[in-house]
């Protein structure tokens, strides 16, 4: 199994940063993606940002040009920084890894851009 615990969640205001982490644990043996999606109230879960093993990054179309995200292999965390905020990025968002093909999520973080 594998656990996954996220931090860096809560209300920011609009236009200013925030950055989240998630830490793995458990049975990881080779990591082949780990990544941030996110899921708005009455919307589908979207993709943030996900880094593939070979470094390869995918980035949802909503936050082109606003994050950053690093994946360190070491200490199995992963870590999207999200920059001009804006209130259509409150959602709650979920560290997303997969293992040997298989996904496994976190409990989620909110976060609540406020304006």
């Known amino acids: 199994q594998v656990q996954l615990v996220e931090s860096g969640g809560g209300l920011v205001q609009v236009g200013k940063s925030l950055t989240l982490s998630c830490l793995a644990s458990?049975?990881?043996?080779?990591?082949?993606?780990m990544g941030w999606y996110r899921q708005a109230p009455g919307k589908q879960r979207e993709l943030v940002a996900e880094v593939a093993s070979g470094g390869r990054t995918i980035s949802g179309h909503s936050v082109k040009g606003r994050f950053a995200i690093s994946r360190d292999d070491v200490r199995d965390t992963v870590s999207v920084t999200l920059s001009s905020l804006k209130p259509e990025d409150t959602a709650v968002y979920y560290c997303?890894?997969?293992?040997?093909?298989?996904?496994?999520w976190g409990k989620g973080t909110p976060v609540t851009v406020s304006s």
């Open positions: 997303h890894v997969v293992v040997r093909r298989m996904d496994y």
């Open positions: 458990g049975d990881l043996g080779s990591v082949d993606a």
